[in-house]
């Protein structure tokens, strides 16, 4: 069974930096899963963040945190994280890992990252920043 955990959340001032982490089970990194990063903030709809393929890396941001965050992975322990750099309020939100069984396709990404249907979903975990 799919599983991903999130953790790292808390609240930091506008312009601090932090680290998501999200642990995988389940699956191998050597298969073709796409581990997700989505977030939702009070009154809006889930926003898919930014993506990495497990088996080559390649990634994926949504352009409103493309150059503030990063998303990368360590195999060996089955992890991927979400550096989160510059934040600013509008960043405050639930964010969510998913993983799904998916081939990396860099035209298909941003139309995956609007779809509920991934493999497994974590419980969240909460990102406040305060201006």
């Known amino acids: 069974e799919v599983q991903v955990v999130e953790s790292g959340g808390g609240v930091v001032q506008a312009g601090g930096s932090l680290r998501l982490s999200c642990a995988a089970s389940?699956?191998?990194?050597?298969?073709?899963?796409?581990i997700g990063w989505f977030r939702r903030a009070p009154g809006k709809e889930r926003e898919g963040v930014s993506c990495?393929?497990?088996?080559?890396?390649?990634?994926y941001y949504t352009d409103s945190v493309r150059g503030r965050f990063t998303v990368s992975k360590d195999n060996a322990k089955k992890m991927v994280y979400l550096e989160m750099n510059n934040l600013k309020p509008e960043d405050t939100a639930v964010y969510y890992c998913?993983?799904?069984?998916?081939?990396?396709?860099?035209?298909?990404?941003?139309?995956?990252?609007?779809?509920?249907?991934?493999?497994?979903w974590g419980q969240g975990t909460q990102v406040t920043v305060s201006s």
């Open positions: 998913a993983a799904d069984r998916f081939t990396y396709d860099s035209d298909y990404m941003p139309l995956k990252m609007r779809s509920p249907k991934w493999d497994a």
């Open positions: 389940g699956f191998t990194f050597v298969d073709d899963y796409a």
């Open positions: 990495i393929s497990s088996s080559d890396g390649t990634t």
